[in-house]
Structure formats: structure tokens, C-alpha cells
């Protein structure tokens, strides 16, 4: 089912975009208006488009009836709601449009030009031109809620979020704007009463009985609508007044029971008795944020679906680990959910807490020299504010080129790059942050000179290799981070930028993963405690000065031109 809501999805949306492509021409004439139309008819009303429209939007419309009998209550997160109450406003306002051109097209061979549907939106029926503005809207609005829902769960989305919140905004608003432009273009044109005659009032052949027939089409549409909503909330209360002989009781951490009908899911039931759960995709099985452990009663649950499957096997969960929303228990059970409440689209896809996964990485270790100096003698509003001027521009270096800054220690900052696009990326990214840290502190040293002694120093350790990857810690506290030899030995090259007095020590597999020429560096080997072989380094005194490989993230390679 959720695939299908899914595809449906799609193709109506991607009936929404070329039809306001369609209307944003008229912002050129309303002859181009006409022109794409052409086009846009090829597709949507040849057989095929016919049926994946229409066959699209009655699919749609029953999936969303479907749930919301399925549901046990209608405590829901506010998107859920927006996108519900919109949804459901849509088929009354769509079933007159729909009457006056496409089945006026098709039974009555009533013609539907963008001069006729103009003209009458914008000299006769301004009244119906407005309620087309808010089918727009609402319209649009739903089926981007939707998107944005979906697609937030692939680790791509967050690069190209920017640019598809920009076309979501930009789309409507000139498809109104060109709509707009052809009425003003056809109320210059109905001046002229030929104009009228020929364009707009005799092309149409239907007669009085026809119009009154046409009416009660869309009477008919709209009761059917009516009549579909009313059933299932009868189905509901149906439901409800038999469900109440069957209840289950399920208790949470603390012992906290809630009692709740037969079929509800368990995350139905934590939000019935308002206890926080997290539920990233809504309860449509789509993400893994809703997962529980079954404490009690596992014997007695009905066995997973093939959608729940699939995403308890995605995430290598353990048998005892089950979906939230896709548990509908049937006997008392005790559940502990796995993730907090608070847990958003970076942790849908991720492994459960503890168990994390083994992969390539590159980490950073950076330390301020010299603060202790630098704080003394200073009231402590004064060193907190230098303290957080210098973690702003440090890990702003660090997510600006994509890394992520997961530990700050007192005037030490640990990172991670190439978590989620690899160790080869990851190793440019981490070189980047690195130049970028010291070109950040140079300017904030420079900012601030009034107030310091001396100019920020920092030392800075970067190497690569496996870790352990997760989320780890304890209940608010649990975060994204590493453990293993890899970051035992970046911290170890962080110290030894003390022992060569410069800024950046890189071991040579970052340099090699990164595809950056090293030679012109000083080599050493170092020796690293739990390593029986040496690990061969490099020394940068002048961090700022490195020069970034092919690749480097955009916000390295900025810094860069803004130093030169």
C-alpha cells in the first residue's frame, strides 16, 4: 500500500508540474499558453495518460480513505495533519474543474481552450477563478508535504533540499502569474464582442438540457464524495463499538500501561496516552525511528509483513526488535522503544543503538594552544564568549565541508568525514576543514586582537582508517560517533603537532585517500601506542597555505580564494 501511494503520488504530481509549466507560458502570450497545451494534451489525455491520471487519482483518494479507517485516533504530528486536511479538501474543490473541462470534453465535445476557461475565470465566474487559486495552493501544498516526506529519508535529499524548496515555491507562484497575464491578455480581447463571439461564446455546442446534466454530474461527484467519507467513519464506529469487547495492555519503561483496542498499533497507543515516540515517516513503515524491543508477550504477536520486513532487515535488527507502527498486538505485551523521541531523518535509516557498523573514515582532531594564558585573569562571561567565538568558527570550518563536529572538550573538537559519502571524499573534506579551521581562527584572531594577547594557535591531527560508526551515549545525550584504533591515532597526531611545532600533522593514507601530493612536506614516522609498526606522517607548518585536491568541498575551496 505504500508503494502504490507512493507511485500514485508521483504521476499526479507530476500532472500538477506540467500543468502549471503550461500556465506559466501565458506570462509569454496566451498563443503559447495554447501552444504547450498542445503538448500537454498529448500526454495527459492519449489512453495511457488517461488512466494513469484518473486511474492515479481515484487509487490516491481510496488509500487515503483506507487510512484514515485504519486509524485508532487522530492524534497526529502537525504535518500529518496539514497534509490530512488538505488531502481531503482537494476531490470537492477539484470535481468542478474536472466537470467543466475534461468530462465536458468528453461527453459533450465542449471545447476547453485556455481562452474559453480564462475568459470564464476572469470576466464571468471570478468567483470560480478564485476557488481555482486556492485548488492551486492546496493542492500543491499536499503533494509537497508528501515529497518532502518521502524523500527526507535518502541520505541525497539534505544536498538538494535547497533547490527543490526553491522550484516548490517558484513553480506556483508563475503558473498564478501567467494565469494571471492571460486573463488580463483576454479581457483586452473580449472587448471586442467578435472576439467573444467567435472564441468563447458559439464554438460551444451544449445545450441547456446538457449544462443541466453536466450539473448534476458534478452533484453527483461531490455526493459520492460525501457519502464515502460518512461511510467510513460509520465503518469506524463500527469498529470501535465491537473493539471495545477486545482490549490489550501495553506497558512501557517505568511501567506506564496503556489499554488500547484490539488492532491498534503501538505506536497508535503512544500517542493515544501521549507518550512521546519518535516516527519520522508517520507510521507508514518507511523509516525505522518507531522501532521497539518486546520485552513481554513476543510468542503471542502476528508475524511481521513483508514491508516491516524489509525495513527491520535494512537496519539489522534483532528478532526481538519490532515496527511501532506496523505492531498491532493482539495479547498484553511490554515494549521498550529504541530511539528517543526526538529522533529525525539522520537516524531513519540507521543501525540500532549499540550494534553500529564497521566502515572507512577520516577524523580530525583539533586543540587550541596556548588557552589556559589566554583565559587567565579573565572573567568567566569573557572566557566563555572567546570559548564559543572559537567552537563557531571551528565547527563552522567542519560542517561547511561537510564533516560532522560530534565532540567539543573543553577547547578540544573532534570530527567526522566520509560517513556518508566515503573514505575518498571524506579524506578531501577532512583536509579542507583543516584549512579552513586555521583561515576561520586567522580572521577571528583578527577580529579580536583588541582583546587578545596573542593570536589564536591550534594544532591539528588527521587520519583514516576503519572504525566502529553509531549512535552511542545515554538517553538526550546519545549522539552520531567513532570509536577504534583510527581515532586513537588521530588524537595521537594532534599531540605531536605540539612536539614539531606546526599547525596540521596528516598521516599519509589521508593524503593518498584524498589524492593530494605531499611530497614537498616533511616525513616522519611516528610510533602509536597498539601499533607494532611505525605510521609514516606528514608535517604542514602553514595549514592555510595546503593546496586542496580536485574535489575539495565548496566552502574549502571559497576560504582558499578568499586568502589569495
Not at 508563475?174 to 472587448?191: D, I, M, P, W
Not at 467573444?196 to 438540457?209: G, W
Not at 495479547?331 to 528517543?340: E, H, I
Request: aromatic share 8%.
Amino acid at each position: 500500500m505504500a508503494l502504490a501511494r507512493t507511485m500514485t503520488g508521483l504521476v499526479l504530481i507530476t500532472y500538477l508540474t506540467t500543468h502549471f509549466l503550461n500556465h506559466a507560458l501565458g506570462l509569454v502570450s496566451l498563443d503559447a499558453m495554447e501552444a504547450g497545451r498542445s503538448w500537454f494534451l498529448l500526454l495527459w489525455r492519449s489512453p495511457l495518460g488517461t488512466v494513469l491520471l484518473y486511474g492515479s487519482l481515484i487509487t490516491h483518494f481510496g488509500l487515503a480513505l483506507r487510512s484514515l479507517y485504519r486509524r485508532r485516533n487522530f492524534r497526529l504530528a502537525p504535518w500529518e495533519a496539514t497534509q490530512l486536511l488538505l488531502g481531503l479538501a482537494i476531490p470537492p474543490l477539484l470535481a468542478t474543474h474536472i466537470t467543466a473541462t475534461r468530462i465536458a470534453w468528453t461527453i459533450f465535445d465542449a471545447p476547453d481552450t485556455y481562452a474559453r476557461v480564462v475568459t470564464g475565470f476572469w470576466i464571468f465566474r471570478q468567483d470560480l477563478g478564485f476557488l481555482q487559486i486556492v485548488l492551486v495552493v492546496i493542492a500543491w501544498t499536499h503533494g509537497c508535504i508528501g515529497l518532502h516526506f518521502w524523500l527526507r529519508l535518502k541520505p541525497w535529499y539534505r544536498h538538494l533540499a535547497p533547490w527543490l524548496l526553491a522550484t516548490a515555491l517558484l513553480l506556483p507562484v508563475l503558473a498564478l502569474l501567467g494565469a494571471s497575464q492571460a486573463g488580463k491578455e483576454v479581457a483586452r480581447l473580449a472587448r471586442e464582442p467578435a472576439w467573444l463571439q467567435a472564441t468563447v461564446l458559439r464554438p460551444d455546442p451544449r445545450s441547456a438540457d446538457d449544462r443541466v446534466l453536466q450539473e448534476r454530474i458534478r452533484d453527483g461527484i461531490l455526493g459520492a464524495l460525501g457519502a464515502s467519507l460518512a461511510v467510513v467513519f460509520l465503518a469506524r464506529a463500527a469498529r470501535r463499538l465491537y473493539e471495545r469487547r477486545r482490549v490489550v495492555r501495553i506497558t512501557y519503561p517505568g511501567g506506564r500501561q496503556v489499554t488500547v483496542p484490539a488492532g491498534a498499533t503501538v505506536l497508535e497507543a503512544s500517542r493515544f496516552a501521549g507518550i512521546p515516540h519518535a516516527s519520522v515517516c508517520g507510521g507508514r513503515a518507511r523509516c525505522s525511528t518507531c522501532r521497539v524491543r518486546v520485552i513481554e508477550g513476543a510468542e503471542f504477536l502476528p508475524p511481521a509483513s513483508v514491508v516491516e520486513l524489509r525495513v527491520l532487515r535494512r537496519v539489522g535488527a534483532a528478532p526481538s526488535m519490532r515496527l511501532a507502527c506496523q505492531l498491532r498486538p493482539t495479547r498484553d505485551l511490554s515494549v521498550t522503544p529504541l530511539l528517543s523521541a526526538g529522533a529525525g531523518p539522520a537516524d531513519a535509516l540507521g543501525h540500532t543503538p549499540g550494534a553500529g557498523r564497521e566502515q572507512e573514515i577520516t577524523v580530525l582532531f583539533a586543540d587550541l594552544r596556548g588557552f589556559t594564558q589566554i583565559a587567565e585573569r579573565r572573567l568567566p562571561y569573557d572566557v566563555v564568549f572567546l570559548l564559543n567565538q572559537y567552537f563557531a568558527a571551528v565547527g563552522g570550518a567542519i560542517t561547511g565541508s561537510g564533516g560532522l563536529a560530534n565532540q567539543f572538550t573543553g577547547d578540544g573538537v573532534m570530527a567526522l568525514f566520509g560517513v556518508e559519502r566515503g573514505p575518498d571524499a571524506g579524506a578531501r573534506q577532512a583536509l579542507g576543514a583543516a584549512r579552513e579551521i586555521v583561515l576561520n581562527l586567522r580572521r577571528l584572531s583578527a577580529t579580536l586582537a583588541a582583546e587578545l594577547r596573542a593570536p589564536f594557535r591550534i594544532g591539528i591531527g588527521v587520519h583514516c582508517g576503519p572504525a566502529v560508526v553509531g549512535r552511542m551515549g545515554f538517553g538526550e545525550t546519545e549522539y552520531l560517533t567513532a570509536v577504534g584504533d583510527t581515532v586513537h591515532v588521530a588524537s595521537r597526531l594532534e599531540q605531536l603537532t605540539k612536539e614539531y611545532g606546526c599547525e596540521l600533522v596528516v598521516s599519509e593514507a589521508v593524503a593518498l585517500r584524498a589524492g593530494l601530493d605531499v611530497s614537498a612536506f616533511p616525513r616522519h614516522e611516528a610510533t602509536v601506542r597498539n601499533r607494532q609498526e611505525p605510521l609514516a606522517i606528514r608535517v604542514i607548518a602553514d595549514a592555510g597555505a595546503l593546496a586542496l585536491p580536485a574535489g575539495a568541498p565548496p566552502a574549502a575551496r571559497r576560504a582558499r580564494s578568499a586568502s589569495d
